[in-house]
């Protein structure tokens, strides 16, 4: 365990801007836990859990202390053609991600290249190109910090659903997720209906692909529409789609003709906030070191030495806007401390 004082954020979190932990505590052993937050437990609040800082909004110093968490390690378990796979909350996602690929283990090939860390995963379920972390879902192992002890948990006990579950809805963030074991199988059938991969993959026959194929597909596809955290700041998606009930399609149909809008349930649909941002007129908006991706208007980037004051005032502004026009409150993604 390493403790800092007055630590600079400006590096742990993908938007770069620029805070201060007033106590900064890297934790790279399970049984540090309890002394972390023995030391974290001076200012009488939950410490702020940080994985790779890829969905989180700084917006000022921080006086309760961080927990960065650095938990390595992966173990498997082959039974037949499926594994269980486990790995530390502190790995990198996309490099497990690449790790199943290779050793031929498919059901995580979609969630290429999401950045962050395996223990966040959960906390928003993270999805792409069709797939969801619940998919794979075996368990997630967590420190209970109110109760002081470790246990497993279920999916049913993590209630997933899109971008949400248990972990994200704890607002005090009791729980420290410590690792997460997946469900892969050598013959899991491939997810291609989504987005572009099809395209991408066009040139190999159906019989003929593999986990790799997929997983190389949709790299290219997210590398070409979404900006790098490395060389422009930015949380990925800062806002959720918009679930709308279907007694709404028909108003919804008529006022905005080109509205695209696709059934995630027998009677919920599903808008993309990039679309309804984007018909704002705010795509590729530029307010002050922040605004919206020119390719994409569902990320806000920081253009540079913005502050996460800036960034969150002009999300709210983005909000009200999409509020104006449609009626909807955007839900936000991201986590804003
Ligand atoms: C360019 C870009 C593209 C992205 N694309 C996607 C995408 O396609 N799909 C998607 O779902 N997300 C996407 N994201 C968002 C982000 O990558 C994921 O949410 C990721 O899981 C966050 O991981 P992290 O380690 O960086 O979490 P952090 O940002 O550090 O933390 C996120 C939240 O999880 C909590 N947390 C972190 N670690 C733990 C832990 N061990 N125990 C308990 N709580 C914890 C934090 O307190 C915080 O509330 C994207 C982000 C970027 C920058």
Redesign the pocket.
């Known amino acids: 365990m390493k403790i800092y004082f007055d630590h600079p954020l400006d590096s742990h979190?993908?938007f770069g801007v620029a805070a201060r932990a007033a106590q900064f505590i890297r934790i790279e052993d399970v049984v540090d836990i309890p002394a972390a937050l023995e030391i974290a437990g001076g200012s009488g609040k939950a410490p702020?859990?940080?994985?790779?800082?890829?969905?989180?909004l700084i917006t000022e110093d921080l006086a309760d202390a961080v927990l960065s968490?650095g938990l390595r390690g992966i173990e498997t378990e082959e039974h037949g053609d499926e594994v269980i796979v486990t790995a530390a909350?502190g790995e990198n996602?996309h490099e497990l991600v690449e790790v199943c690929v290779e050793r031929g283990w498919g059901g995580i090939e979609n969630l290429a290249l999401?950045?962050?860390?395996v223990?966040?995963?959960p906390?928003?379920n993270?999805?792409?190109y069709g797939v969801e972390l619940a998919d794979v879902l075996e368990r997630v192992e967590v420190y209970d910090i109110n109760r002081g002890e470790s246990y497993s948990m279920t999916p049913a006990e993590c209630y997933f659903s899109y971008?949400d579950s248990i972990?994200?809805q704890d607002r005090s963030?009791s729980?420290?997720?410590?690792s997460v074991s997946l469900r892969l199988s050598r013959t899991a059938a491939l997810n291609t209906s989504y987005g572009a991969i099809e395209q991408e993959l066009a040139a190999i026959p159906a019989d003929k692909r593999s986990f790799r194929d997929v997983f190389e597909a949709v790299i290219r596809i997210r590398r070409s529409k979404?900006?790098d955290?490395k060389v422009i700041g930015?949380?990925?998606?800062f806002f959720k789609n918009q679930i709308v009930h279907e007694s709404l399609l028909e108003s919804l149909r008529q006022d905005y003709p080109d509205i695209p809008l696709w059934q995630v349930d027998e009677d919920m649909y599903k808008i993309p906030a990039g679309w309804l941002i984007e018909y704002c007129g705010l795509k590729g908006l530029r307010r002050g070191n922040t605004g919206t991706y020119e390719k994409q208007a569902l990320v806000l980037v920081n253009h540079g030495g913005a502050t996460g004051e800036e960034i969150w005032q002009f999300a709210q502004y983005v909000r009200r806007t999409v509020k104006k026009e449609f009626g909807f409150q955007l839900a936000w993604e991201v986590?804003v401390w």
């Open positions: 979190t993908t702020y859990i940080l994985g790779g800082g890829s969905n989180v968490i909350a996602w999401i950045p962050g860390s223990g966040a995963a906390v928003q993270i999805g792409a971008r972990f994200k963030q729980r420290i997720i410590t979404l900006p955290p930015n949380a990925g998606s986590n």
